[in-house]
């Protein structure tokens, strides 16, 4: 059984090159500024790449998870800021709406989003919920034509960016016997109560953008529930379980430009007038992060070719986000 194609081998080669000519250059400062790369993520939607696994009706390229983690893969070898920013744009914001959205819902948000033209948000952490997503407080009570929606989320990645159209946040919209009625709500950057704190200022992934969400009294369009009431719980453990393939495949990234880090050192480190690579006890280390990240690598494929076929992949995408990070 052949994962990757020649297709899939075409994208690699692409973003390599794209990487090597436009990130590298630039990555120590984005790292050391923070700066957000906007320069670079109009590129890639230029590419075709931000809307790699969204239908070509909605302006996406219609390919498939594989082809999109080998993207994600490839950017996070030279630079994860980048990578998180494609991962968290693709997989936790566009992903929901082009699973669950309404025919006008699609048509509004997922072109934009895939010429890179607006980059768009998952907010489901909050200081008391996040991997229990059931434990979301923040709440939408329907008032007429409109949701009034109030809370707090952290740690929300493209909320901030000059480009960022919307926000795909989980709210409480019921709860009755203890029971919380769990529903996504698509709320346009610039709507009314919608406010954003400062940058996160963060050891690693320093220009990828991160912020608090605040919902004060936000108000949003009725039309914007994304599917039915109630629905939201399964939608975001769905989106969840797409996120945490592109979790696995920046791993993979960051572990294969170790390697390759490693490797260039070792040969040209020279001890006792021979480069340390020929030493048995290098050579050791240097086979077990090789063996590591090639298990990380087909754990990763494995789950989204599970994923593109259909088949259940929730298991085999934990297993590889646990076993790549």
Excluded at 85 to 102: C, E, Q, R, Y
Excluded at 217 to 231: F, Q, S
Excluded at 282 to 300: N, S
Aim: with cysteine; glycine share 10%; hydrophobic share 40%.
């Amino acid at each position: 059984m052949e994962l990757v194609g020649e297709e899939h081998r075409a994208i690699r080669r692409l973003v390599r090159e794209f990487a090597e000519r436009e990130v590298r250059p630039v990555s120590r400062e984005l790292d050391e500024t923070g700066r957000f790369p906007l320069e670079l993520v109009r590129k890639l939607g230029e590419l075709g790449l931000l809307g790699l696994t969204i239908p070509e009706t909605y302006g996406g390229s219609g390919g498939d998870t594989l082809a999109l983690a080998i993207v994600i893969e490839e950017l996070a070898r030279v630079d994860s800021s980048l990578a998180v920013t494609v991962s968290a744009g693709v997989t936790l914001a566009g992903a929901p709406i082009n699973m669950f959205g309404d025919e006008a819902q699609k048509r509004r948000w997922l072109p934009p989003l895939c010429a890179g033209q607006m980059l768009g948000a998952f907010a489901l952490t909050e200081p008391e919920a996040g991997s229990d997503a059931g434990a979301t407080r923040t709440r939408a009570v329907l008032e007429g034509d409109r949701w009034v929606v109030s809370g707090t989320k952290v740690f929300i990645t493209n909320s901030g960016t000059p480009i960022t159209g919307f926000i795909v946040a989980t709210v409480v919209t019921d709860e009755r016997d203890g029971r919380r009625e769990i529903s996504n709500l698509i709320v346009p950057r610039d709507a009314p109560g919608l406010r954003v704190g400062p940058p996160y200022k963060k050891l690693g992934w320093r220009a990828s953008d991160t912020h608090e969400v605040v919902f004060d009294n936000c108000v949003v369009p009725a039309e914007n529930l994304l599917g039915p009431r109630g629905a939201g719980l399964r939608q975001a453990l769905t989106t969840l379980d797409g996120g945490r393939i592109g979790i696995a495949a920046m791993s993979v990234g960051l572990a294969q430009a170790c390697l390759e880090a490693s490797l260039e050192y070792a040969r040209n480190r020279h001890q006792f007038g021979r480069p340390i690579y020929d030493f048995q006890a290098i050579q050791f280390k240097l086979v077990d992060l090789a063996v590591g990240l090639e298990a990380a690598r087909l754990l990763t494929y494995k789950a989204a070719y599970l994923k593109d076929r259909g088949e259940p992949y929730t298991t085999a995408a934990a297993m590889a986000k646990l076993f790549a990070s």
